[in-house]
């Protein structure tokens, strides 16, 4: 089993919808966050969160929120979907000592 | 802030060709660098990483080292396989920031028999 786990795996919603992708870790990790991938332009960090009460804006946070609702869940929600928040959606961890980060396998999600 | 620059692909080579992607960075501090590889349809597997200068990080047969004084962390294998075609991307994580790992936009490689 993964360690680091996302659901779901591939969503399509239409414009205008709600919608929320998971994560949960088995690591014991303190440290996630969720990033989106966008051909030609890498990986971009959306939020991230320190503790169950501590969750900071990345640099794309607009359109975006969270919830960390244990240490080893922290959920990403679309609250009104568009079209150009189509991408791969990455959950991830690291230890609080270790500068290691460890990715889910990845959530695919398309707003039509 | 911290960035990182890799070239651009895409990339082809044919199997055994020697290949190198460059990677040069700008960090506060002493930052962590990284590859990581995304093989076709899956997610981002930590390939390397080195955490002080001159290390050198290795795995699967790729080698990158920690320079310093060029602000690089160039990956390199010397006999390519048509197994490694993927997705390379190189990061850095550096206490000026968290910890937080930046980017860069990824160089896909493409290993023809």
């Known amino acids: 089993d993964a360690d680091v786990t996302q659901t779901p795996r591939n969503r399509i919603t239409k414009t205008g919808k709600r919608i929320m992708l998971e994560c949960s870790q088995t690591k014991g990790h303190d440290r996630m966050y969720w990033y989106r991938q966008d051909p030609g332009l890498g990986l971009r960090l959306i939020y991230y969160?320190?503790?169950?009460?501590?969750?900071n804006k990345g640099e794309i946070s607009d359109g975006y929120s969270v919830s960390r609702q244990a240490q080893a869940k922290f959920s990403l929600s679309l609250e009104s979907a568009i079209p150009n928040q189509t991408a791969l959606y990455f959950c991830?961890?690291?230890?609080?000592?270790?500068?290691?980060?460890?990715f889910g396998e990845g959530s695919w999600l398309t707003v039509v | 802030g911290d960035s990182v620059t890799q070239m651009e692909g895409p990339v082809t080579l044919s199997e055994e060709a020697f290949l190198t992607i460059n990677c040069t960075y700008t960090a506060t501090g002493y930052p962590s660098l990284f590859w990581y590889v995304q093989y076709p349809g899956e997610g981002l597997q930590l390939l390397l990483k080195?955490?002080?200068?001159?290390d050198k990080g290795s795995n699967k047969g790729f080698e990158a080292t920690y320079r310093k004084e060029t602000t690089s962390f160039h990956l390199e294998k010397g006999s390519v396989q048509v197994s490694d075609s993927a997705v390379y991307f190189c990061a850095l994580s550096a206490l000026g920031s968290n910890y937080k790992l930046t980017f860069g936009k990824g160089t896909l490689l493409t290993v023809n028999p």
């Open positions: 969160s320190f503790d169950v009460k501590d969750i």
């Open positions: 991830a961890t690291r230890s609080r000592t270790g500068n290691t980060i460890y």
């Open positions: 080195a955490t002080k200068a001159d």
